[in-house]
């Protein structure tokens, strides 16, 4: 999510230029503002994931489902998603529901998949999973920080704000994500350089994880990385 | 949802197992009912084949 939207400096040029606010953004390509939808973010979640995950996958903070969607459809693991907000549930689930049809038609790309659908759920992040379940936690978690004088209290600001820090949804996700991680299990986090990217990684390492970089990008107000974390 | 899901979720308030009530479904999906706590009893809602499994007092539709 690379986007700016404290400065204004927007109107560089680019088409879908970083430092377009996401509210801009969505109304210039005619969407609502209500649910995220795939950024640079999501695709490099995507392309991490499509090579890490398997087993049981949960994406939490799913979103519209598109990362969900990739990795349903691109390897063998058996994917749940989950989101906080119902609109973005909703999306999900139509995404889910047109990949089953699609793989069970055999007009999809995936027609060697008999079940290349996923599961949704509305939830807040890892609470209403049990221990021990996932081999593979994927999470494009809210990262910006945010003046809380500056706050929009919808639910784009619930998709974009880390809160004052840009860890406040990072932090109990890492304090919990060992729970439902199945022995040998591994985490793939997104980590802006805006959220502070030395201070996610001490708070994971405090709480058992190493990790390595699966993909790191460059754009012009962030440095985005996916992190794999395992328990040591 | 499918049945399957039955295995990896729990209530999110004490994380004990949960029972599954069918009011419709279609196929192998579970478009209606709901899912109640073996152990507290609270009953979370399946509309539209979407468990939702938030805590009571985030269930608002409305962002916090």
């Known amino acids: ?232 | 949802m499918r049945e399957s899901l039955m295995d990896i979720i729990c209530c999110p308030m004490d994380k004990h197992d949960l029972d599954l009530e069918i009011d419709e479904q279609d196929g192998d999906e579970i478009m209606e009912g709901r899912l109640v706590c073996t152990e507290c009893g609270e009953v979370y809602p399946i509309e539209d084949g979407i468990p939702n499994l938030l805590p009571p007092d985030m269930r608002d539709e409305a962002a916090a």
Do not use: K
């Open chain 1, 1 to 232: 999510m690379t986007r700016e939207r404290d400065t204004g400096a927007g109107g560089s040029g680019g088409a879908e230029g970083p430092a377009d606010s996401a509210r801009d953004l969505a109304s210039r390509r005619g969407m609502e503002t209500s649910v995220y939808q795939p950024a640079e973010d999501s695709e490099l979640l995507a392309r991490a994931a499509v090579g890490h995950a398997e087993g049981r996958t949960l994406e939490v903070g799913t979103g519209s489902g598109w990362v969900a969607e990739q990795v349903a459809s691109e390897t063998a693991a058996s994917v749940v998603a989950s989101d906080v907000n119902p609109g973005a549930c909703r999306q999900a689930r139509e995404r889910a529901e047109r990949l089953r049809a699609e793989s069970e038609s055999g007009t999809g790309a995936e027609s060697e998949r008999t079940d290349a659908g996923f599961e949704v759920v509305r939830a807040d992040l890892l609470a209403p999973f049990a221990d021990e379940v996932f081999d593979t936690v994927l999470f494009n978690p809210p990262y910006l920080p945010t003046d809380p004088d500056n706050e929009w209290d919808d639910w784009m600001e619930t998709a974009l704000s880390g809160g004052e820090s840009g860890r406040e949804l990072i932090e109990p996700f890492l304090d919990d994500v060992g729970r439902v991680l199945a022995p040998g299990g591994e985490v793939l986090l997104l980590v802006s350089s805006l959220t502070g990217y030395e201070d996610v990684l001490a708070y994971a390492e405090a709480r058992g994880f190493s990790h390595e970089v699966a993909v790191q990008e460059s754009y012009p107000f962030e440095t985005l990385s996916v992190v794999v974390f395992s328990q040591n």
